[in-house]
């Protein structure tokens, strides 16, 4: 996965922001000051734009009382040749994000953007959402009766600097009969997801087990996305006005 050039660390889970001014390395021309002395709020987050009308990953925020607006990025979802899906699911969330810190009109730096895509993974094969029904059925005919991966990739933009990171999960999934399939994909469910499941809803009758983050397989790691904001906060002091205004 690329790595973004905008904060050190970048794809770990522990992560940090420089400390110094620095230079913008998206395209940016201005400076970027990050301050030291976190706020003394602990809920003094900053205000969040979400890249994204996923209505999973909206709820996983309003849910954890996390204030945002949404604002989707349109860019292509497809993986590179001889990318892994950890650097996809990286590339595509840090793309997504700094697609709409680009045109977001009158962004401030108490504005945060984020970007988040879900890949899954069998057997060194990465699934995205599938591209029609016989795609999804495709896709569950892989995954049943196996264990498998689910990476989100996270970026966050604030001031021009793209801080990223991902959390992964690992799902299993009972064997699924070829009516299983069949009836599932009829439902229409797996059309958007990826996968073709969705852990909150019908699919949850076949899968028993899940190692790690819940909220990851619906679409969000929310606990990652929660402390980066806070990382976040630290380095932009936010109004102590700023309110829930998730939508």
């Given at each position: 996965?690329?790595?973004?050039e905008?904060?050190?660390?970048?794809?770990?889970?522990?992560?940090?922001?420089a400390?110094?001014?620095?230079?913008?390395?998206?395209?940016?021309?201005?400076?970027?000051?990050?301050?030291?002395?976190?706020?003394?709020?602990?809920?003094?987050?900053?205000?969040?734009?979400?890249?994204?009308?996923?209505?999973?990953?909206?709820?996983?925020?309003?849910?954890?009382?996390?204030?945002?607006?949404?604002?989707?990025?349109?860019?292509?979802?497809?993986?590179?040749?001889?990318?892994?899906?950890?650097?996809?699911?990286?590339?595509?969330?840090?793309?997504?994000?700094?697609?709409?810190?680009?045109?977001?009109?009158?962004?401030?730096?108490?504005?945060?953007?984020?970007?988040?895509?879900?890949?899954?993974?069998?057997?060194?094969?990465?699934l995205?959402?599938?591209?029609?029904?016989?795609?999804?059925?495709?896709?569950?005919?892989?995954l049943?009766?196996?264990?498998?991966?689910?990476?989100?990739?996270?970026?966050?933009?604030?001031?021009?600097?793209?801080?990223?990171?991902?959390?992964?999960?690992?799902?299993?999934?009972?064997?699924?009969?070829?009516?299983?399939?069949?009836?599932?994909?009829?439902?229409?469910?797996?059309?958007?997801?990826?996968?073709?499941?969705?852990?909150?809803?019908?699919?949850?009758?076949?899968?028993?087990?899940?190692?790690?983050?819940?909220?990851?397989?619906?679409?969000?790691?929310?606990?990652?996305?929660?402390k980066?904001?806070?990382?976040?906060?630290?380095?932009?002091?936010?109004?102590?006005?700023?309110?829930?205004?998730?939508?």
């Amino acid at each position: 996965m690329e790595k973004s050039e905008g904060s050190p660390d970048v794809g770990n889970r522990e992560w940090s922001a420089a400390r110094e001014p620095t230079k913008c390395r998206e395209g940016c021309d201005s400076l970027v000051s990050m301050a030291t002395a976190p706020d003394e709020d602990p809920y003094n987050i900053p205000m969040l734009v979400l890249a994204s009308a996923s209505p999973r990953r909206q709820e996983l925020l309003r849910n954890a009382g996390i204030s945002f607006e949404v604002h989707p990025a349109d860019i292509p979802e497809d993986p590179l040749p001889g990318e892994s899906a950890k650097d996809c699911a990286e590339r595509l969330a840090r793309e997504k994000a700094l697609a709409v810190a680009r045109v977001r009109p009158n962004l401030s730096p108490n504005d945060v953007v984020l970007g988040a895509d879900t890949v899954v993974v069998v057997d060194g094969a990465l699934l995205g959402k599938p591209s029609d029904a016989a795609d999804a059925a495709r896709m569950l005919r892989m995954l049943s009766g196996r264990t498998h991966r689910v990476i989100t990739g996270v970026c966050l933009v604030a001031g021009g600097v793209a801080r990223v990171s991902s959390e992964t999960t690992v799902v299993t999934v009972n064997r699924l009969t070829d009516q299983d399939i069949a009836d599932y994909v009829a439902s229409g469910e797996p059309m958007d997801k990826a996968g073709a499941y969705a852990i909150q809803a019908i699919a949850s009758r076949w899968i028993p087990r899940i190692d790690g983050d819940y909220g990851n397989v619906v679409g969000l790691p929310v606990v990652l996305v929660w402390k980066m904001m806070r990382e976040v906060s630290t380095q932009y002091p936010v109004p102590c006005n700023q309110k829930n205004r998730a939508i």
